[in-house]
């Protein structure tokens, strides 16, 4: 009798790179000129972020002038504005 092994491979999907990150630090690039820096707490299929102990840099397009920074404990990030998410690596 012979048994025939059959490999079972889960599908993985871009957003399960995500995943890995939950309870981390990042850096998630947005639309118009912004970045979120903070812990990655949770995120679903159209990539809107909750990020805790969060600060958010918005530059300006303008030379010489310093980019705009704020602290906030917790953010929801909507994930149609999300161009970039990347671990912070210090």
Do not use: W
């Not at 404990?73 to 970039?84: H, N, Q, T, Y």
């Amino acid at each position: 009798m012979s048994s025939v092994q059959t490999e079972h491979k889960q599908q993985q999907e871009p957003l399960d790179l995500i995943r890995f990150q939950l309870d981390e630090y990042v850096i998630v690039k947005l639309r118009g000129a912004r970045e979120f820096k903070g812990k990655l707490q949770g995120y679903d299929s159209h990539c809107n972020l909750v990020l805790s102990d969060a600060t958010e840099t918005i530059f300006s397009d303008k030379d010489g002038v310093e980019p705009i920074i704020k602290r906030t404990e917790m953010v929801f990030v909507r994930g149609d504005s999300v161009i970039l998410i990347s671990p912070v690596i210090e």
